[in-house]
Nanobody, 120 residues
């Protein structure tokens, strides 16, 4: 199993940037596919970005392509989500996930989430 703890959320103005981090426990971190999801108030959780274990394969939701970048540091057991040019519609709780499927899923382990609020 792996435990995931997100950090880096907060309040930012439209056009600003944030970097989310997800620290994972366990010695097998490098074997997991990692992903970020988000859930806005009143909406279903949606895929944001995914990254293969070696970092060679990535996928992004159309709504964040060109603005968000997912990356990982296997030596630090950490995955990141760099979010630039933020928009009010990016406001959501952001969740880190780990799994053995594809970069789109399915994912087996989830963090508790970190809140991102983008003010207009």
């Amino acid at each position: 199993q792996v435990q995931l703890v997100e950090s880096g959320g907060g309040l930012v103005q439209t056009g600003g940037s944030l970097r989310l981090s997800c620290a994972a426990s366990g010695r097998t971190f490098r074997s997991y596919i990692m992903g970020w999801f988000r859930q806005a108030p009143g909406k279903e959780r949606e895929f944001v970005a995914g990254l293969s274990w070696g970092g060679y394969s990535t996928d992004y939701a159309d709504s964040v392509k060109g603005r968000f970048t997912i990356s990982r540091d296997n030596a630090k057991n950490t995955v990141y989500l760099q979010m630039n040019s933020l928009k009010p519609e990016d406001t959501a709780d952001y969740y880190c996930a780990a799994g053995y499927g594809t970069v789109r899923g399915p994912y087996d382990y989830w963090g508790q989430g970190t809140q991102v609020t983008v003010s207009s």
